[in-house]
């Protein structure tokens, strides 16, 4: 088996080219509005804005989880371990809104690296990239926390609920911490990203 080494610039390319995959038709949805009913007891609709950042962050966290989890499955480091367990809310939070909004979970199995074809290979990269050094698996933690904030970023300015805008709020502030985990442990081990 071949292994493959993708600089952090090359996942964080990657990673936006499934940004930009998942959100389809955002600009004619923001153009169009057009609404999508909900089963709660309220008459409510996203905008299919809305629902496609919901059903992107949804991946994203789950993307995180697992790509952790395999990473400290290699390493066994705590800033993986201590991790993980806060990836798993974050994607239990946005999964909450999902069935509350009455959206189709694009991630309704929670195994470790099943996901949609386009997050599958995503994750495949950012695992193969994590694998070469516990550097490199710190780096992969960076790419995918700051991927993650702007995502988030982009999420928040695209809707009012604020249901939602509280759990995005709350996911940013995380990746924010997360973040600067990655980037302590990478100064403390004197280690720069390529």
């Given at each position: 088996?071949?292994s493959?080494?993708?600089?952090?610039?090359?996942?964080?390319?990657?990673?936006?080219?499934?940004?930009?995959?998942?959100?389809?038709?955002?600009?004619?949805?923001?153009?169009?509005?057009?609404a999508?009913?909900?089963?709660?007891?309220?008459?409510?609709?996203?905008?299919?804005?809305?629902?496609?950042?919901?059903?992107?962050?949804?991946?994203?966290?789950?993307?995180?989880?697992?790509?952790?989890t395999?990473?400290?499955?290699?390493?066994g480091?705590?800033?993986?371990?201590?991790?993980?367990?806060?990836?798993?809310r974050?994607?239990?939070a946005?999964?909450?809104?999902i069935?509350?909004?009455?959206?189709?979970?694009?991630?309704?199995d929670?195994t470790?690296?099943?996901?949609?074809?386009?997050f599958?290979?995503?994750?495949?990269?950012?695992?193969?990239?994590?694998?070469?050094?516990?550097?490199d698996?710190m780096?992969?933690?960076?790419?995918?926390?700051?991927?993650?904030?702007?995502?988030?970023t982009?999420?928040?300015?695209?809707t009012?609920?604020?249901?939602?805008?509280?759990?995005?709020?709350?996911?940013?502030?995380?990746?924010?911490?997360?973040?600067?985990?990655?980037?302590?442990?990478?100064?403390?081990?004197?280690?720069?990203?390529?």
């Open positions: 088996m071949r493959t080494v993708v600089s952090t610039g090359s996942i964080f390319a990657l990673s936006l080219v499934v940004f930009v995959l998942a959100l389809g038709g955002y600009g004619q949805a923001a153009k169009g509005q057009k999508h009913a909900v089963s709660t007891t309220a008459t409510v609709t996203l905008t299919d804005t809305e629902v496609t950042y919901l059903t992107h962050m949804r991946e994203e966290e789950k993307l995180a989880r697992d790509v952790y395999t990473l400290n499955e290699q390493w480091v705590t800033v993986f371990s201590k991790i993980i367990p806060s990836e798993q974050h994607f239990d946005v999964g909450t809104l069935d509350r909004y009455g959206v189709t979970d694009p991630a309704p929670a470790v690296g099943v996901f949609t074809e386009e599958g290979e995503v994750y495949e990269s950012l695992v193969n990239a994590g694998l070469g050094s516990l550097g698996a780096c992969v933690g960076v790419t995918i926390e700051e991927v993650d904030i702007t995502d988030l982009a999420a928040m300015a695209n009012t609920r604020p249901d939602i805008l509280t759990v995005y709020n709350n996911l940013l502030a995380a990746s924010l911490n997360h973040l600067a985990a990655f980037q302590s442990h990478l100064e403390a081990m004197g280690y720069t990203c390529k």
